[in-house]
């Protein structure tokens, strides 16, 4: 090789170092060259954590990556600063999507999603019942049967598939009783009944820790000048006809709460928080939350009942077609929300009958003829999984065995685990 020829090898090696050396440092840094903006910008990320493990996430309708099998996620990186169409798919599953913004520097996340299966095996329990009510350690219920002489009421155990009688409808009155509600009450093996004989309220305790059960009628013990009590242990909450509200003789509000003529009210303890709910129609009734600093009531919401997240951070509170979320506390999760943030979450065109949390970060609910699943990520669109084909389902969730709990046309059904 000659001398010009290595001279102008070495000054070509040197043009070709000084151009792809800041290249090399913005890539190793980050940068990537955006050719719709012609210039360097900073890339972020996505993460996605999602239920069942091992689904395929594609970006922009393209497979990007899959969850690892050990923790369910994946971090992709190195994405260029706009917004992608994000789709996680599994076979047999509905799929999740959302448009979701990746910023500059930032990794966006996704980490509660849950892909429910499209086919959901349903298995019978029972049949010929009317109701059913879930007792508090989600491990019994009590089922009401209609059978020729009236109704019974059955104590339920899924985990043993055990059906055992409680009650008769005429061990009450020969003449028939009207079913009016069931409590719990502090012992788990003690339910109040609340019947109607004739004109008269019976109000019975049906004690089933021992076979046979034994009934026996109790006196309503309410306080006088009383408009609303809550017993929790020794501890008695109650709302008196000025507004005043007591921790037994100690009173909680600063400021008087307006009461309002001929009204009902009912008091809530959940977590620490106290609500106050007013109305008494199913589809009209208002909630008050007593704010711990001011010591006063703060109207939240009005609907037909509320219901607290697994982790106490959230309210949701539904209408006969509206669902809205309310943040007790903080949230710094994507998206991040502040305690008193509210927002609409879906307006539905059926009436809904009755709701439940999944977890903190999914709802269940009963419409005309279905059941739906919602998320309440509310970025972009809120993604809603619907199973249909029922008449007129009342349903309970069961966290524990992650079935839902169905009661439709007097059959009593349960579903697969749905995760």
């Known amino acids: 090789m000659k001398k010009w ?4 090898l070495f000054w070509t090696l040197c043009f070709v170092f000084l151009i792809i050396s800041p290249i090399l440092v913005l890539y190793s840094q980050g940068y990537r060259f955006d050719f719709e903006k012609k ?26 990556k899959k969850t690892d099998l050990f923790f369910g996620s994946a971090l992709i990186q190195n994405l260029l600063p706009k917004k992608y169409k994000i789709e996680v798919k599994k076979d047999g599953c509905f799929t999740w999507e959302k448009n979701l913004e990746i910023q500059s520097g930032k990794v966006t996340e996704a980490k509660n999603i849950i892909l429910f299966p499209k086919k959901i095996e349903f298995e019978k329990l029972a049949n010929s019942i009317e109701d ?73 305790n049906l004690n089933f820790s021992q076979i046979p059960p034994i009934l026996k009628e109790e006196e309503e013990k309410v306080k006088e000048n009383v408009l609303a009590q809550k017993k929790l ?21 600063q400021e008087r709460f307006s009461v309002q003529k001929e009204t009902k009210y009912s008091i809530e303890i959940l977590d620490g928080n106290i609500f106050l709910k007013e109305g008494g129609n199913e589809n009209e009734n208002c909630f008050y939350l007593l704010n711990q600093e001011s010591k006063n009531f703060e109207k939240i919401l009005c609907g037909k009942d509320f219901k607290i997240s697994p982790d106490q951070k959230k309210l949701a509170i539904f209408s006969k077609f509206e669902i809205w979320i309310l943040f007790l506390k903080d949230e710094l999760a994507q998206p991040p929300k502040k305690a008193g943030e509210k927002f609409l979450l879906l307006r539905l065109s059926k009436e809904i009958k009755d709701l439940f949390w999944i977890n903190s970060n999914y709802l269940i609910f009963n419409l005309e003829g279905e059941i739906q699943i919602a998320e309440i990520d509310d970025r972009d669109k809120v993604n809603v999984v619907i199973f249909e084909g029922f008449k007129n389902p009342k349903i309970f969730w069961n966290s524990l065995e992650k079935r839902v709990y169905i009661l439709d046309n007097e059959d009593f059904l349960r579903t697969q685990p749905l995760f």
Request: hydrophobic share 35%; proline share 3%; glycine share 8%.
């Open 233 to 253: 242990g020794k501890n008695v909450y109650y709302l008196d006809p000025f507004g005043n509200l007591f921790l037994n003789q100690e009173k909680l509000n």
């Open 39 to 64: 210039t360097f910008v900073k890339t972020g990320g996505l993460f996605i954590k999602a239920q069942p493990k091992q689904v395929e996430i594609f970006l922009n309708g393209k497979l990007a």
């Open 132 to 204: 059913f009510y879930p007792l508090s350690d989600k491990k019994r219920m009590i089922l009401k049967e209609k059978n020729e002489d009236g109704w019974s009421l059955s104590l339920y155990d899924p985990e043993k598939k055990l059906i055992t009688l409680l009650i008769k409808e005429k061990s009450i009155s020969k003449d028939g009783a009207n079913l009016i509600s069931i409590e719990e009450t502090e012992n788990e093996n003690v339910l109040k009944i609340k019947v109607g004989v004739g004109e008269k309220i019976k109000n019975l």
């Open 5 to 8: 020829q290595r001279t102008l």
